[in-house]
Nanobody, 119 residues
Framework: QVQLVESGGGLVQPGGSLRLSCAAS????????MSWYHQAPGKQRELVAT???????TYADSWKGRFTISRDNAKNTVYLQMNNLKPEDTAVYYC?????????????WGQGTQVTVSS
């Protein structure tokens, strides 16, 4: 019933910036939380940032200070602004959301978007 579609990834030089987007669509009543995860080659998927509706965004220490999570509730979209990118940021970035559909609350994953930081 719900899809999360990430976009905005690509190739960027070290020190550059990208903004990732994750748009939710489908039978959405409300979105409670949205998060971004990072999965580098050969590594486990790990949390980058979480944004709770009405709450303060939280960040993992590895990305705190360089990445910013935000959302546009009217568009059911969450963003990840990535600044001062480093080669170690190279990964597939996944969107995750907890969404109310009708009377149910369910979790959803996006398909991921590739970010490559290289000169």
């Amino acid at each position: 019933q719900v899809q999360l579609v990430e976009s905005g990834g690509g190739l960027v030089q070290p020190g550059g910036s990208l903004r990732l987007s994750c748009a939710a669509s489908g039978s959405i009543v409300s979105i409670y939380t949205m998060s971004w995860y990072h999965q580098a080659p050969g590594k486990q998927r790990e949390l980058v940032a979480t944004l709770t509706s009405g709450g303060t965004p939280t960040y993992a220490d590895s990305w705190k200070g360089r990445f910013t999570i935000s959302r546009d509730n009217a568009k059911n979209t969450v963003y990840l602004q990535m600044n001062n990118l480093k080669p170690e940021d190279t990964a597939v970035y996944y969107c995750f959301a907890t969404i109310r559909t009708g009377t149910m609350i369910e979790n959803y994953w996006g398909q991921g978007t590739q970010v490559t930081v290289s000169s």
